[in-house]
């Protein structure tokens, strides 16, 4: 069982691409409901940082009006969900479709 990273932690571990690409969501992050999906097992973007990101935009985007789901699966490489269950990945694409605002 890993520790958990605080945000400092986290954005420490970044480097400057990765930096410039969380501010830019930070200050123009479309105004338009999220589905998040990421797996615990991603090797290129690590899990508690996508977490850390869902988290700071989950309270904002529902305050002005907007859905946020967050579907964290277990396995599943990076942007790999899709083709380890079809069928599911799907499923929550139209879950999150039909529940827009």
């Known amino acids: 069982h ?12 970044m480097d400057v691409r990765q930096t410039a690409a969380w501010n830019a969501w930070r200050t ?4 338009a409901s999220h589905l998040f999906l990421f797996s615990e097992q991603d090797k290129m ?23 946020c789901q967050v579907n964290k699966w277990e396995t599943g490489q990076h942007c790999g969900m899709q083709r380890k269950n079809k ?10 479709l039909q529940n827009c605002r």
Request: proline share 6%.
């Open 2 to 13: 890993t520790r958990a990273r605080t945000h400092t932690q986290v954005m420490g571990m």
């Open 28 to 31: 123009n992050c479309p105004r």
């Open 45 to 67: 973007v690590p899990p508690e940082e996508i977490q850390m990101f869902v988290d700071e935009h989950k309270t904002r985007l529902r305050s002005l009006g907007h859905e």
């Open 87 to 96: 069928t599911r990945y799907a499923s929550e694409i139209l879950s999150f």
